[in-house]
């Protein structure tokens, strides 16, 4: 009878654990990039870059990327999807005159603490995209690649508004 008991109560402890709802860490990656929502800008001489972030669901980032010159004319503009799909982390963005409108998937290649780079090396320019959180108010932003045959990098450190 005791065995009985003792099978019984593993068998209910193995159920129980197998069923134990694990989504909260289903989407851990995405959640690291949490605190990019809010809406983020930097000034230039010749204009403003501005990037609004959203969650859409707990799977789902979505942005808005737009470059504007003397505050009447966008010279640049994409919207972006950051998604977790598995395993995966992916930055999605849609350029608009670039590409056929067509989105374009760059892959989490690294995720250090703040730091997160994004990679497609067949795009043709840029090749990796990277976001890193300086502090609770400063986010720096590069692209980078080979264009025309170059290395090129773009840098911009953006503050949250």
């Given amino acids: 009878m005791k065995s009985k008991i003792i099978i019984l109560l593993s068998t209910a402890s193995i159920f129980l654990l197998s069923c134990q ?9 995405l959640q ?21 972030w959203k969650k859409e669901n707990d799977s789902t980032y979505s942005g808005k990327s737009f470059f504007v ?21 992916l930055y999605i963005p849609t350029v608009n005159g670039q590409n ?3 989105p374009v998937t760059f892959t989490m290649s690294s ?3 703040d730091n997160f780079t994004f990679e497609n090396p067949t795009h043709d320019y840029p090749q990796k995209i990277s976001y890193k959180k300086s502090n609770a108010t400063t986010l720096m932003t590069s692209i980078s690649g080979i264009q025309q045959g170059k290395l090129s990098q773009e840098n911009y450190s953006l503050t949250k508004k």
């Fill in 21 to 29: 709802n694990k989504s909260g860490n289903k989407f851990n990656k």
């Fill in 32 to 52: 690291k990039m949490e605190w990019l929502v809010g809406e983020w800008e930097q000034k230039l001489p010749n204009g403003i870059i501005t990037e609004i």
């Fill in 69 to 89: 010159k003397e505050e009447e004319d966008t010279i640049h503009s994409e919207t972006i999807v950051l998604s977790q799909r598995k395993d995966k982390l």
């Fill in 100 to 102: 056929n409108d067509e």
């Fill in 111 to 113: 995720d250090a603490e």
